[in-house]
């Protein structure tokens, strides 16, 4: 039988270069996930009619925020990485361990590192942290879609072998085509969520604390999930769970089960009534 493959496209790891500096897509990424999703983040918290009388930062806040949120993601990212997927490998390249360049970022790590910073600032500014992590959900799949992205032009983190249609050659995966995966997580956790996050504000969910974060974070645990379906495991690890299981889905599970409950929680508390602030 003959399989029809897409041939992978080629990319430079590196976007631009001047002189010894590089930019590689991996960090571009980042940044511009971080941009966009401070941008639109000042967005919502300017329009008054879908937060109610919920106090909030006020938009100028985001400036600061951006700032430890950056750096929560990052070093959550990495060392989520380092201790869950590849403890050995770092434990005797320990020097490794901040050469973020060469790959390896832990989503749930970076979600756990940005909390944190959110809810430090939360605290400082005197508001809600349920309220803030609702704000900084609405704009995590703009991150999570460009990551997504980066993955697929690097190439890493590539998909099960498979003779489907658009099944590609990845360089450095072998000989046999595979599961775009890196794709299908742009599309499920980048602009699958971000779609349902987008009804949702605009249904009033903003002024329920909480019920965004359950939103998002339920919906992300379902889309990776069901990506690692279709996604190779990292080979340090393999199967896990009697040769079924993946650590990404591992991971996900208390994501699901928090999400799952701050959904319930958010639904039973009484929406905050009366003019916007």
Not at 74 to 84: C, P
Not at 97 to 126: D, Q
């Amino acid at each position: 039988m003959i399989t029809l493959t897409i041939p992978f496209p080629v990319f430079d790891p590196v976007a631009v270069s001047f002189g010894p500096l590089v930019v590689r897509w991996y960090a571009l990424a980042y940044i511009a996930g971080l941009l966009i999703g401070w941008w639109y983040a000042r967005r919502l918290l300017a329009d008054a009619a879908l937060w109610g009388r919920t106090p909030r930062f006020k938009p100028e806040d985001l400036d600061d925020l951006i700032v430890f949120v950056a750096l929560g993601v990052v070093v959550g990212g990495r060392l989520a990485y380092v201790l869950f997927y590849d403890l050995p490998q770092f434990a005797a390249h320990p020097i490794e361990i901040p050469m973020l360049w060469l790959g390896g970022m832990s989503f749930h790590g970076g979600a756990a590192g940005a909390a944190l910073a959110v809810a430090l600032y939360a605290r400082r500014k005197k508001v809600g942290i349920l309220t803030s992590f609702d704000m900084a959900s609405a704009v995590a799949p703009i991150g999570l879609f460009l990551g997504r992205l980066a993955n697929f032009i690097k190439p890493e983190l590539w998909g099960r072998p498979s003779d489907v249609p658009w099944a590609m050659v990845f360089p450095g995966a072998g000989p046999l085509p595979r599961h775009p995966s890196q794709l299908y997580e742009a599309a499920l956790e980048g602009v699958v969520l971000f779609v349902v996050l987008s009804i949702a504000v605009r249904a009033g969910a903003l002024k329920r604390p909480g019920l965004v974060t359950g939103l998002f974070a339920a919906g992300y645990a379902i889309a990776r999930i069901i990506s690692e379906l279709f996604r190779e495991p990292d080979p340090q690890l393999g199967f896990l769970l009697g040769h079924w299981a993946t650590m990404g889905m591992v991971l996900s599970l208390p994501f699901l089960a928090i999400g799952i409950w701050l959904i319930l929680r958010a639904r039973k508390a009484p929406a905050p009534q009366g003019r916007p602030a």
